[in-house]
Structure formats: C-alpha cells, structure tokens
C-alpha cells in the first residue's frame, strides 16, 4: 500500500496565481523533514542528524522494538544491552578505522592544567577554537549495534554446539551529517547477531531475510530487497565494497521514504564470514573459527517510513497497523 503523498509532496506545489497576491512568492514547499518539525515528532537541535523525538515518535520506536522481540521470541537469543559507547581498545581491533575512519566518532575530555583551563575561557569568549587540550579518552561511540559485543563473546571461551544467538539495542553514532531525516548521527538499532558454523549463521540469515520481509508487508509498507554494500573508504574501499557485492555478504531491505528513486535501508542482513571471528578469536566447538552474521533493524528509519506512508497522525494510521504496533 503505498500513500499518494509520497510521490506527490516531493513535487512542487502548483500554487493557483492569485493576482493580488502577484508580488508574494509562492510557499516554498515544506520538506518531509521540516513537516516532522513542524508536527513536533522531531526536535532541532541546530545539528543535522542530531534531533530529540517527541513521546509519540518513542511510542512508535518501542513498539517496533517490541514487535521484533515478539517476532524473535522463539528463538531464546540471550539479550545484552550496552551504552552507546565502547571500548576504544576494542574499537580500535575491531577494524573499523580500516573500512570506515570517516563515520567514526571519538569521545574527548579537557585534559589540561588551569592555565589551560583559562586560555579555553578565553577562546571560548573570543568565538576561537577552545578544544587544544580535548584529549581522546578511552571510550568510542558505538559505530553498530554488535561491535560491543564480539569481544565479550569471545572472552566466554568457546561456542557450544548449536553456536549463540544475542539479542542487542544500542544507540550509535555515525558522523553522516544530513538534511534527509532518515540519516542521523544519532539513532537506535536493533540486532540479533548469530555465531556459529556458516551453515548456522547463514541459515538465520534466510530466516530473517524471510521474517523482516513479513514484519513490514505486515506493517503496510512498500518494499524490495537489494543486495548492498557498506560505504568503504577510499579507493581500497571500492574493491572492499565490490568484493561485498560479490559475494552477497549483505542485503538491505528498501523502504521509498525520501524519494522513489533512491530508497531507504530500514533492515540490513549480514553475514561477516570469519571476520569478526578472527579478529576476536571467537571458535566454535571444534576450534575452528566461528562465522558470524547480523540483522540490524534501523527503529528510527522504520518508524520514518510508517509516518511517510500512513501520515504524521499515528491515531489515523489503518487499524491493521496499529493493532501490529499497540495491539
Ligand atoms: P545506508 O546504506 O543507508 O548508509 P547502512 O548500510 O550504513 O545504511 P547498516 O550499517 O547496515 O546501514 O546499519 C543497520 C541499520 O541501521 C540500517 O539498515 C538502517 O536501518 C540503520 N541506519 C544506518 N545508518 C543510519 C543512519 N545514519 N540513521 C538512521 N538509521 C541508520
Ligand atoms: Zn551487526
Ligand atoms: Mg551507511
């Protein structure tokens, strides 16, 4: 099902000339971003990507939330919930400053004396640059949802036979400035991530591949499954990506939200081969190293899409999608 205003409201409004009105430019019309604004279901913060959600948005996020966990409750995955920050000694084994320097984001303190301390008064005062003694501390924002999670995984020794299955939320930050709403800094994934043998980590993948298909039919929303690849950086990073898409490691399942042409990634499906578990040192029963693979749903970007296509009033949405939600 999908809402004539979508295609409508990224046109231009043909505005009837009205001749009084001859001088007066027409309204330029409002982006979606500015009507999430203007509703108060998205809060400025003079940051783009950085914005406060108001309790009805939180209503539509924690639904979602619910309903994955409902969708995955058969499956016993051991749930564990992290800050949204990490380890920067893990962040930094991790690999990501490999593919993704240009996304991280680094936690600094004031790690000077008074005298520091008054020259970045004074900066301040004099609109200069104030952070010369801001010093990297030990703690990185967390980049996905299960970065966090590897190495605590691997310190608990070997995987049993049928492998582990973790359930985690996190916010995380990207530095990805943008004026399109559904990409934040700051914003909610929800992860299962499943270890194991590549026959296990695969399977689940298909099953989610299967179940997130579903959630969002369910949800009313028009969608395609794309096969993806992660922003790597530089021109190493094109090989990295073509690579990617080569082997069909991920696939993204698209939501039109901003525009028909250039979809939104609202679910992701992963499969990391032995990456994570070579780098962690994560084996299987037998040893060998373990296989892991993760589907992440973006609850920001899937609460955008339902109020792109069913509107900005949640009490008017249709009664099957509600009930799916608040049921
Ligand atoms: P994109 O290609 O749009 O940048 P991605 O490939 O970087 O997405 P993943 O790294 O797979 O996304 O992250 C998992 C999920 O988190 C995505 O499917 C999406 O729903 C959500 N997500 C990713 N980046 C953002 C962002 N900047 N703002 C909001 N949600 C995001
Ligand atoms: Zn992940
Ligand atoms: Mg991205």
């Known amino acids: 099902m999908m809402d004539q205003s979508l295609s409508s409201d990224l046109l231009p409004v ?22 999430l604004f203007d509703r ?23 639904a979602l939330d619910r309903l994955v966990s409902r969708i995955g409750a058969a499956d016993g995955a051991e749930a564990l919930r992290f ?37 970045l008064l004074a900066c301040l005062d004099a609109g200069e640059d104030w952070t010369a003694k801001q010093a990297a501390t030990d703690i990185v924002l967390t980049p996905a949802a299960c970065y966090p999670l590897y190495p605590v995984a691997a310190a608990r020794g070997r995987l049993p036979e049928g492998g582990l ?24 994934m929800r992860e299962y991530v499943r270890m194991g043998t590549p026959e296990q980590v695969l ?12 959630m969002m039919r369910d949800l009313g929303l028009p969608l395609a499954i794309d096969p993806a690849n992660d922003p790597f950086f530089g021109r190493a ?24 042409d250039k979809p939104t990634a609202c679910l992701s499906f992963n499969y990391h081969q032995d990456h994570f578990g070579t780098t962690w040192g994560i084996e299987q029963a037998d040893g060998t190293t373990a296989h892991t693979a993760c589907v992440g749903f973006g609850l920001e970007r899937i609460t955008l899409a339902l109020l792109r296509h069913h509107g900005l009033d949640l009490d008017a949405w249709p009664a099957e999608v509600r009930a799916q939600l608040f049921g």
């Open 83 to 119: 800050p949204p920050g990490m380890a920067r000694s893990s962040f930094e084994r991790s690999g990501y400053l490999k593919g993704f320097p240009h996304l991280a984001g680094t936690v600094h303190s004031f790690c000077g004396n008074e005298t520091d301390h008054a020259r």
């Open 203 to 214: 399977a689940f993948r298909e099953l989610w591949l299967e179940r997130g298909t579903t």
């Open 40 to 62: 108060g279901l998205l809060i400025r913060t003079g940051v783009d990507g950085l914005y406060g959600r108001s309790g009805a948005f939180e209503s539509v996020v924690e």
């Open 237 to 260: 990073g094109k090989m990295l990506a073509n690579n990617q898409r080569a082997q069909a490691l991920k696939f993204e399942l698209n939501v039109p939200v901003n525009s028909e």
């Open 14 to 35: 043909q505005e009837a000339v009205n001749p009084e009105a001859i001088d007066e430019a027409p309204p330029a019309p409002r982006s979606f971003l500015d009507r």
């Open 165 to 188: 299955l973790f359930d985690l939320q996190s916010y995380c930050f990207r530095h990805e400035p943008s004026l399109e709403p559904t990409r934040m800094q700051l914003f909610r």
